[in-house]
């Protein structure tokens, strides 16, 4: 056996890679294995490995991960070493399954050739002997099915599970949630096998395909739309033609609960059937792609993948799969929207721009539109249709041939797809456009729709199709002669479109590549717009869904007649006998002894599953009266939760009740704003109810109130931002704790409200009705909110502003933060607050901590506007600023390199104060009002001057140069105090001469006064020791002679 340091025999690595860690692991289980069974016999091996295993779970791990190597890495040893591992196990198998998955998905592409096969035997036997997880491992190898690869590492494995499943079919036909990944994967795989090489796999493919659709169809369904995606693909292969002969004439003769073609349409597609047809290494390079390189920057990561994935004639389909899994799988987060993160459309514009064959385009234009066809608001999301959009909107100026085919397809796709359901596809289409505006996606689509620059005759159909949203002031057009119907449903051989596919760019010609990059200027200024737009999408949810009938048959006998009668109401319209069946369920359920969670959670799935038309209807009535109030209550949902509040003791739930309505939160994300909703109306008259939604919080899986209220109210959000408004007020009163000081929540409010629900919570504010922040956390809020759209964050300032005694101190404290280019709506809130209030020391100080920069306005803004409101008091305040900054920097010179601890609120710098009073002084306030000639203002700049140092002295020349003034005042002082014969002291003269002579000199000590007490007063906090009295001069004695 080779040495631990020589190459690996599992993976291929290079001799600067290091060891990977699964293999280290299996090795030194390797190693104990085979210290433990040398030179013994088989049974003396299966002893002492059982032995060895029995001690713990450490050792039955590193035996479990040397049989697995030995089978990896030595294929002699491979039957005897399985079966090893499946006497020794003590979890069936269950931690071989999880490391072969981890292999497969992240490290099958280094597998070594020789340990590849051995991977798929293991995973054959374990199919084979039915272990339990199998289906993972297998659905795992399928991913690595790369689509549009023709490569014979790629076929043999493709061939290879063909052959595994074909071979244990009685296996397959039990794995009902497996079925469908297997005839997805396989019916696109055909689409790529069309070669002469190929034609056996093909046609084992075809047959096997075939067999699964007719046999498990219904498990087939569960694909959805894309399954009628993929046979079309595939229609014009005789098998398939007779398929869909019955497909759309004969539904019945497939399933009895198969009713047509419109049933399958308006399945939506799973996002793990979209997911299943990307390998693991191009989902992350596709996710990296969209959530981490910045629009404009995206060029080199494209041409990367161009060149690994996308650069065969047998690669263009699968541009199909790449467009799918980022319609309908990446849906950004918020954050990501709003930042400059490249956008989906962009990469799809890339994709569909780069594509070289007309019917690999017009199946990418297919696979872009798919969801558009049949999209209904309750169960599709916006986010698969949203990207579509966006690329028609944003290719209109730099790349208007996509606009103008992308419109010519879904023109003519309407009358095409299938002629019997045009009606339905039209109607999808019309939905799709009126939830785009809803959404706020566009705000409108009358400048695509109404482009000058697209063709006549294009302009002439999309108003003929599209006329309620365009323009209306549009002259009428002429009639454009319609395409005759299509008989069958489109294939992609036989494209829809019309006309001929307009020349794409060529990937290798530089200058043409450019182009689709996406990221001229004009749409770089237009990204901040783009974000607002976004703004509000959210990721889709899936909700489980559960067979009803068979639901009732795990049901007790207590419980089966009332569920059954529930089920056999469900489509009456009349609520009330529901509601009487539900009353009946919950007093059967207060009935039983023991209620547990075996018998919570089915039930908790049917009753979500038997209402949940309820959840895609409007709650909140548009009047709201306390009638409609009441009314929109009795639905058999709300009788649970009624039920629920009943109880004889204050804030406890009966405990079987509450067990239902926790399992129900579970498994439905709109239970928990439902019973908010409810909870509130019942509330109106009463005392607040919403204890009973904190107890299902407590008891549900996060046990925790505030995490389970930012989900509630994402979710109601996302359905009813009318209804999320009207809960605000209940909750933030009743959770203050939970709601004042949760950022995410005030973050989903404000990313979601418009002006008027913004103007009624205001109004609930100043009414004394509601509370949204709570002082001591106020900075912090603040300071999250700095990353938020713009809207976002002034919605937060107007929220704020509307509370009474807003603590300006502790906000001002954030001036020093925030810059004027990264933070423009922070700082303007702050200014205009400002404004309305006096200035005071503690409002300055932090104002003049701001660095000075040229163009920032933010600081001369306020002290402009202070200085003209009372300039006499702000030169006060200026001076004490002045005295204090300058005390502060004396000491700091005398301190000389001593340890020095910063204030709590620290003083701003000399060069900040002389560099804001500098930007203050060259503003029009020096004309408008008295400030910069108070006799305050310019003894605080003489003290200034004072501690500043020369090369601060020449900057700010002109602004100390007003102190002068100063000086000026002073000696005018002096010589109005003078009589008119006493300015020479050679003036001769008895008594008036000596008289003058004191009285000049007097004067003169009186100055001296002046500047040196007004500077003493200021320096009152610097320890100094104390001047030497200065002596006076002799005053020369009456009548003395001068000479």
Not at 143 to 148: F, S, V
Not at 596 to 608: G, I, K, N, R, V
Request: aromatic letters at 8%; charged letters at 25%.
């Amino acid at each position: 056996m080779d040495d631990k340091g020589e190459k690996s025999r599992l993976f291929n690595t290079s001799a600067l890679d290091p060891k990977d860690e699964i293999e280290e692991r299996m090795e030194r289980g390797h190693s104990i294995l085979t210290e433990l069974t040398s030179g013994l016999s088989e049974r003396e091996i299966h002893d002492a490995l059982n032995a060895h295993v029995c001690k713990g779970m450490v050792q039955h791990e590193e035996i479990s991960l040397g049989l697995m190597y030995s089978i990896l890495v030595d294929p002699p040893l491979a039957t005897k070493s399985y079966r090893d591992m499946a006497l020794i196990t003590r979890d069936g198998l269950q931690l071989v399954i999880i490391k072969l998955n981890e292999i497969i998905l992240g490290k099958y592409l280094k597998l070594h050739e020789k340990a590849s096969p051995q991977l798929v035997w293991i995973v054959r036997e374990l199919v084979k002997n039915s272990v339990v997880g199998a289906d993972s491992v297998c659905s795992s190898l399928l991913r690595q099915i790369a689509g549009g690869d023709i490569t014979p590492k790629n076929i043999w494995l493709a061939e290879s599970m063909l052959d595994v499943l074909t071979d244990n079919r009685q296996w397959l036909d039990k794995q009902s949630g497996f079925i469908p990944i297997v005839v997805y994967t396989y019916l696109r795989l055909i689409e790529d096998h069309s070669g002469q090489l190929l034609a056996n796999l093909r046609q084992r493919e075809v047959e096997f395909c075939i067999s699964l659709l007719r046999e498990k169809f219904m498990d087939c369904f569960m694909i959805g739309r894309d399954l009628v995606r993929l046979l079309q693909n595939v229609a014009r292969i005789p098998e398939f033609e007779k398929f869909w002969k019955d497909l759309l004439h004969n539904p019945q003769s497939l399933s009895t609960q198969y009713t047509g073609i419109l049933q399958l349409l308006n399945q939506r597609t799973s996002r793990k059937f979209l997911l299943s047809r990307l390998t693991p290494d191009m989902e992350a390079k596709v996710v990296f792609l969209t959530s981490k390189v910045k629009f404009g920057q995206q060029k080199r990561y494209q041409e990367w993948f161009q060149r690994q994935y996308l650069s065969t004639p047998e690669s263009q389909s699968l541009r199909c799969d790449l467009i799918r899994f980022i319609c309908g799988v990446i849906h950004p987060s918020n954050e990501v929207l709003c930042s400059d993160i490249i956008p989906r459309w962009a990469v799809i514009g890339w994709l569909l721009t780069t594509c070289t064959s007309n019917v690999a385009a017009s199946s990418a234009k297919l696979a872009l539109f798919y969801d558009w066809l049949f999209f209904q608001p309750n169960k599709d999301n916006i986010m698969n249709i949203e990207p579509a959009i966006l690329v028609m909107h944003h290719s209109m100026r730099s790349h208007l041939a996509i606009t103008a085919t992308l419109l010519d397809f879904l023109c003519r796709i309407m009358a095409n797809f299938y002629p019997p359901i045009e009606a339905q596809v039209r109607q999808g289409i019309q939905t799709s456009l009126k939830c785009i505006l809803a959404k706020r996606v566009l705000p409108t689509l009358q400048p695509l729709f109404d482009n000058n620059k697209l063709d006549k005759e294009l302009r002439a159909m999309i108003r003929e199709n599209f006329a309620e949203f365009c323009s209306q002031e549009v002259g009428k057009v002429e009639d454009v002669p319609s395409q005759p119907p299509t008989p069958t449903l489109p294939v992609p051989s036989s494209p829809v479109i019309g006309k001929e596919v307009p020349e794409f760019p060529d990937l290798e010609s530089p200058g043409k590549y450019d182009e689709a990059i996406f990221s001229d200027e004009e749409d770089d200024n237009n990204k901040g717009k783009l974000k607002l737009q976004e703004y509000m999408f959210r990721p889709i949810r899936d909700v489980e869904e559960v067979d009803l009938e068979q639901c009732i048959e795990q049901f007790s006998d207590e419980l089966k007649d009332v569920a059954g009668k529930l089920y056999s109401e469900r489509e009456e319209i009349d609520s009330e006998a529901q509601c009487e069946t539900m009353e009946s369920l919950c007093e059967t359920l207060l009935e039983m002894d023991e209620f547990d969670t075996e018998q919570a959670s089915p039930l908790a799935a049917f009753l979500c599953q038997l209402y949940k038309d309820h959840f895609s209807r409007q709650l909140l009535p548009q009047e709201l009266t306390q009638e409609n109030l009441i009314e929109s209550i009795g639905k058999p949902l709300f009788v649970i939760f009624r039920n629920l509040c009943q109880s004889p003791e204050e804030e406890a739930c009966p405990i079987q009740l509450l067990t239902l309505v926790c399992h129900m939160y579970e498994k439905h994300p709109q239970i928990g704003y439902h019973l908010i909703y409810f909870l509130t109306v019942s509330s109106k008259s009463e005392e607040s109810k919403l204890y009973v939604y904190e107890e299902v919080c407590k008891n549900t899986e996060s046990g925790n109130l505030e995490m389970c209220l930012k989900n509630d109210f994402q979710t109601c959000q996302e359905d009813d931002i009318r209804l999320l408004c009207y809960i605000i007020t209940p909750v933030y009163n009743q959770f203050p704790d939970a709601t004042l000081s949760n950022t995410d929540l005030l973050h989903i409010i404000a990313s979601c409200i418009d002006a008027s629900q913004l103007q009624d919570l205001i109004c609930e504010i100043m009414q004394g009705n509601l509370v949204m922040f709570k002082e001591e956390d106020l900075i912090k809020t603040i300071r999250t909110t700095l990353e938020w759209e713009t809207f976002e964050q002034y919605c937060v300032w107007q929220l704020l502003i509307a509370h009474d005694e807003v603590p300006m101190d502790q906000l001002t404290e954030l001036a020093p933060q925030l810059t004027y280019k990264d933070h423009p709506e922070a700082l303007t809130s702050l200014l205009l607050m400002l404004k309305n209030e006096s200035a005071s020391f503690d409002l300055l100080r932090p104002i003049l901590n701001r660095p000075v920069v040229e163009f920032d306005k933010f600081t001369i803004s306020i002290l402009s506007h202070w200085a003209l409101q009372d300039d006499k008091e702000f030169a006060e305040l200026m001076k004490t600023m002045i005295s204090k900054v300058s005390t502060a920097a004396k000491r700091q010179r005398q301190r000389n390199g001593a340890v020095y601890m910063p204030p709590k609120h620290p003083l701003p710098s000399v060069d900040q104060v002389s560099g804001h009073l500098e930007a203050l002084r060259l503003t029009p306030v020096t004309k408008q009002c008295n400030f910069f000639s108070q006799e305050a203002f310019l003894i605080g700049l003489q003290l200034l001057q004072g501690v500043c140092d020369d090369a601060q002295k020449m900057k700010y020349g002109d602004l100390f140069a007003l102190t002068e003034e100063l000086g000026e005042s002073f000696r005018t002082t002096r010589s109005k105090r003078k009589s008119p014969g006493s300015y020479s002291p050679r003036s001769g003269g008895s008594g008036s001469g000596g008289s003058s002579s004191t009285g000049s000199s007097t004067s003169r000590q009186k100055t001296t006064t002046v500047v040196e007490s007004s500077s003493s007063e200021s320096e009152d906090e610097e320890i100094v020791p104390p001047r030497p009295a200065k002596k006076k001069k002799k005053v020369p004695v009456q009548g003395s002679d001068s000479d």
